[in-house]
């Protein structure tokens, strides 16, 4: 998973701060995914990001949580006012451009979310 | 409601035999399906993956198999190997929609 590069890889944040996670993707790549995933759960899709644009946000709550993938460096996934519920694995996933079929995404090795 | 299901929360085989991982769908809009192996602490690694035009994908010692009339979708591992010991995701995608929708998984456990 070395090609998709998310920091850091754990981040304890107390209730009410700002969570912040990066995410770099594979070189080549510029379609970005956001995933979460909750202990003993599937991974749930979150956003779905190309460079300056979000493509879907269908899987975002509608408070609190954003991203941005900007012209120039990572992506960014951007939690404000955390609270214990936000506490879970967030994975980034890259894919080439092109058409969506066809293409898997290629995961990173995650984000450890801890809400004290 | 859980569009992907994979049933067998874990499943235990011999090194050597045949590992059969399931995963049922409900959503018929799907066309391309995808597994992931997933170690703990690490994020999932792509396997193999099919698309609905086709019932069968082979690469090396994975098979995916696809019955679409029954929305059914199976990973054969063979020979298993110790180092197959990990958590199985089963995805899905549908044409034109990107973001994966995944199942539960299963932990396979191969036993030396």
């Known amino acids: 998973n070395a090609g998709v590069m998310q920091n850091p890889r754990h981040l304890v944040r107390r209730r009410g701060q700002e969570a912040r996670l990066r995410c770099s993707p594979m070189k080549g790549h510029s379609h970005v995914y956001w995933y979460r995933q909750l202990p003993e759960e599937g991974l749930k899709f979150m956003v779905y990001?190309?460079?300056?644009?979000?493509?879907?946000e269908s899987g975002m709550p509608k408070e609190r949580f954003s991203a941005e993938f900007p012209k120039e460096g990572p992506s960014i996934l951007r939690i404000q006012q955390v609270v214990r519920g936000d506490s879970a694995a967030y994975f980034c996933?890259?894919?080439?451009?092109?058409?969506?079929?066809?293409?898997?995404?290629?995961f990173g090795d995650g984000t450890r979310l801890s809400i004290l | 409601d859980q569009q992907v299901k994979q049933n067998s929360p874990s499943l235990s085989v011999q090194e050597g035999r045949i590992s059969i991982l399931n995963c049922d769908y409900t959503n018929s809009m799907f066309d391309y399906f995808l597994w992931y192996k997933k170690y703990p602490a690490e994020g999932p690694t792509f396997l193999i993956s099919i698309s609905s035009i086709k019932d069968k994908n082979e690469d090396g010692r994975f098979t995916v198999f696809l019955n679409k009339s029954a929305k059914h979708l199976s990973l054969h591992i063979v020979p298993s190997q110790p180092g197959d010991s990990a958590v199985y995701f089963c995805?899905?995608?549908?044409?034109?929609?990107?973001?994966?929708?995944f199942g539960t998984g299963t932990r396979l456990t191969i036993i030396p």
């Open positions: 990001l190309q460079k300056e644009n979000i493509i879907d």
């Open positions: 996933a890259s894919s080439p451009p092109g058409q969506g079929i066809g293409q898997p995404q290629h």
């Open positions: 995805a899905a995608s549908n044409f034109g929609n990107e973001k994966l929708t």
